[in-house]
């Protein structure tokens, strides 16, 4: 059962006979998930390394940018898209805007032409993530939400942990042409499974009220979003620092370290995810955020010390921890407190502090890294960190 913004959240009750997961929907979900995960992470990396052999110094940094830049846009206005048109149509059209530029992006090598594709190619992703994102939610049985929601992070990371390496593989083998052909099909394939889907558009005798969706404004505005969102943006701060300078911290005679570092972090994360989704449906998932923020601050800690290789690979293992358990208790958490048409916002604004905290998190890193060194940069890192545990908490006392 799902509560307003500002209604407080009850734990679910446990017993009885639980509601079927995976039922043929959400089976044909996976599908269009897969198939969007797949065609973006083939060429997140592939498409630097064309733009740098095509333009030089710069290129791969700008095509990038290019790509995060309309992510980001198209998750501030998916939202108001999905309300109006459901589900389907948006992520048909994300699909298509995935897929289509894929296929012709060796038509040219120029700088122009290859940050267009990235622009559309971004917008295509953030409609695939917004309207599937809470498409997937009305999919997922209320008291199974936490768990449903750690097995969707299950799929979707799998495909993405698979076709990012893939992808570079590929074009060193076999050029980058069939790479972009072939995320440009894993896109665009995935349309056949969006007709079996259900639409969610408003009907017309909805309830002006209950079933009006709460719009991007509307949800920074209340404490209900904004709060668990902030909280797990300082969690993503951590994690877009993590991979990013974790391989420049570490003494380069130890590069072993970095590589089992980060095969660590993200399998405790997903872990924690499920690990997470199964007692937060059962006891509530609220009461998982401060945990998960401090244990995220304490795996932050732990890797100060950046020669010692067992201090590394713990404190990785801790924050993955933490990272997983903030990642499933705050989704859920932001959906249970919404109703079903304001899914998307709930989407689109999860998804920003996730973008917006690992771009905020590694860019600000580097500068305060050179002026302090990486030591204390990581020791102040799990400090502001901290400062999250703030509203976490009065969220926790006010809603539960």
Do not use: K
């Given at each position: 059962?799902?509560?307003?913004a500002?209604?407080?959240?009850?734990?679910?009750?446990?017993?009885?006979?639980?509601?079927?997961?995976?039922?043929?929907?959400?089976?044909?979900?996976?599908?269009?998930?897969?198939?969007?995960?797949?065609?973006?992470?083939?060429?997140?990396?592939t498409?630097?390394?064309?733009?740098?052999a095509?333009?030089?110094?710069?290129?791969?940094?700008?095509?990038?940018?290019a790509?995060?830049?309309?992510?980001?846009?198209?998750?501030?206005?998916?939202p108001?898209?999905?309300?109006?048109?459901?589900?389907?149509?948006p992520?048909?059209?994300?699909?298509?805007?995935l897929?289509?530029?894929?296929?012709?992006?060796?038509?040219?090598?120029?700088?122009?032409?290859?940050?267009?594709?990235c622009l559309?190619?971004?917008?295509?992703?953030?409609?695939?993530?917004?309207?599937?994102?809470?498409?997937?939610?009305?999919?997922?049985?209320?008291?199974?939400?936490?768990?449903?929601?750690a097995?969707?992070?299950?799929?979707?990371?799998?495909?993405?942990?698979?076709?990012?390496p893939?992808g570079?593989?590929?074009?060193?083998?076999?050029?980058?042409?069939?790479?972009?052909?072939?995320?440009?099909?894993?896109?665009l394939?995935?349309?056949a499974?969006?007709?079996?889907?259900?639409?969610?558009?408003?009907?017309?005798?909805a309830?002006?009220?209950?079933?009006?969706?709460?719009?991007?404004?509307?949800?920074?505005?209340?404490?209900a979003l904004?709060?668990?969102?902030?909280?797990?943006a300082?969690?993503?701060?951590?994690?877009?620092?993590?991979?990013?300078?974790l391989?420049?911290?570490?003494?380069?005679?130890?590069?072993?370290?970095?590589?089992?570092a980060?095969?660590?972090q993200?399998?405790?994360?997903?872990?924690?995810?499920?690990?997470?989704?199964?007692y937060?449906?059962?006891?509530?998932?609220?009461?998982?955020?401060?945990?998960?923020l401090?244990?995220s601050?304490?795996?932050?800690l732990l890797?100060?010390?950046?020669?010692?290789?067992v201090?590394?690979?713990?404190?990785?293992?801790?924050?993955g921890?933490?990272?997983?358990?903030?990642?499933?208790a705050?989704?859920?958490?932001?959906?249970?407190?919404?109703s079903?048409p304001?899914?998307?916002t709930?989407?689109?604004?999860?998804?920003?502090?996730?973008?917006?905290?690992?771009?905020v998190?590694?860019?600000?890193?580097?500068?305060?890294?050179?002026?302090?060194?990486y030591?204390w940069?990581?020791?102040?890192?799990?400090?502001?960190?901290?400062?999250?545990t703030?509203?976490a908490?009065?969220?926790?006392?006010?809603?539960?």
């Amino acid at each position: 059962m799902t509560t307003s913004a500002n209604s407080p959240v009850r734990a679910p009750v446990s017993g009885g006979s639980r509601a079927p997961l995976l039922t043929r929907a959400l089976l044909l979900r996976f599908v269009s998930m897969v198939g969007s995960s797949v065609s973006f992470f083939l060429l997140l990396s592939t498409v630097p390394a064309y733009a740098e052999a095509a333009g030089g110094g710069g290129g791969a940094g700008l095509a990038t940018g290019a790509l995060m830049l309309s992510t980001v846009l198209g998750e501030l206005v998916s939202p108001r898209l999905v309300a109006r048109w459901g589900n389907r149509l948006p992520l048909t059209a994300g699909l298509l805007l995935l897929g289509v530029p894929a296929l012709v992006l060796t038509v040219s090598d120029g700088m122009v032409w290859i940050v267009a594709v990235c622009l559309v190619r971004g917008l295509g992703f953030a409609l695939t993530l917004v309207a599937g994102g809470a498409l997937t939610a009305s999919l997922i049985p209320a008291e199974r939400r936490g768990e449903g929601l750690a097995l969707v992070g299950l799929v979707g990371g799998a495909s993405s942990l698979v076709a990012l390496p893939l992808g570079l593989w590929l074009a060193r083998h076999v050029g980058y042409g069939p790479v972009a052909v072939a995320a440009g099909v894993a896109a665009l394939a995935a349309i056949a499974s969006v007709p079996g889907l259900p639409d969610g558009r408003p009907t017309a005798g909805a309830s002006p009220t209950s079933d009006r969706p709460l719009g991007m404004t509307a949800a920074l505005r209340g404490s209900a979003l904004r709060r668990p969102a902030l909280v797990f943006a300082t969690t993503a701060l951590a994690a877009g620092i993590l991979v990013t300078f974790l391989p420049l911290a570490v003494p380069s005679g130890s590069g072993w370290v970095v590589s089992v570092a980060l095969v660590v972090q993200p399998g405790a994360s997903t872990a924690a995810r499920w690990v997470t989704g199964r007692y937060g449906d059962r006891h509530g998932s609220a009461r998982f955020v401060v945990p998960g923020l401090l244990l995220s601050a304490a795996g932050m800690l732990l890797i100060v010390p950046t020669a010692h290789p067992v201090a590394v690979v713990a404190g990785a293992a801790v924050f993955g921890v933490g990272f997983g358990v903030t990642q499933n208790a705050t989704l859920t958490l932001m959906y249970a407190r919404t109703s079903r048409p304001s899914y998307g916002t709930v989407t689109a604004l999860w998804n920003l502090a996730y973008d917006g905290g690992m771009g905020v998190g590694a860019a600000g890193f580097g500068l305060l890294a050179a002026h302090t060194g990486y030591a204390w940069a990581f020791a102040l890192t799990a400090t502001t960190m901290l400062l999250a545990t703030a509203p976490a908490v009065r969220d926790a006392r006010t809603r539960t």
